[in-house]
């Protein structure tokens, strides 16, 4: 995920696309998820408009049940 920090979007790069949709979550550091979105079959590269409040997030790529990404992210 890039930029980081970032301000109005951000660029999920999957370097192993998967066959499955996968999950994209990011929470505020209270835990609260504050946005979530697919990313398809076979997607590569994706960029996701932010419309979050400036601060410390936590971002996640689910793949089922199975956390394969998680990072923190600053939006600034």
Same mark, same amino acid.
């Given at each position: 995920i890039y930029p980081?920090?970032?301000?109005d979007f951000i660029n +999920?790069?999957?370097l192993e696309p998967s066959s499955e949709t996968q999950l994209l979550r990011i929470f505020d550091y209270s835990g609260v998820l504050r946005f979530a979105a697919n990313i398809e079959s076979g +997607?590569?590269?994706i960029q996701i408009p932010l419309k979050l409040?400036?601060?410390a997030y936590v971002a996640q790529v689910l793949l089922g049940k199975i956390i394969v990404y998680a990072k923190p992210l600053i939006v600034l």
């Open positions: 980081n920090p970032a301000t +999920v790069l999957v +997607v590569n590269n409040f400036p601060g």
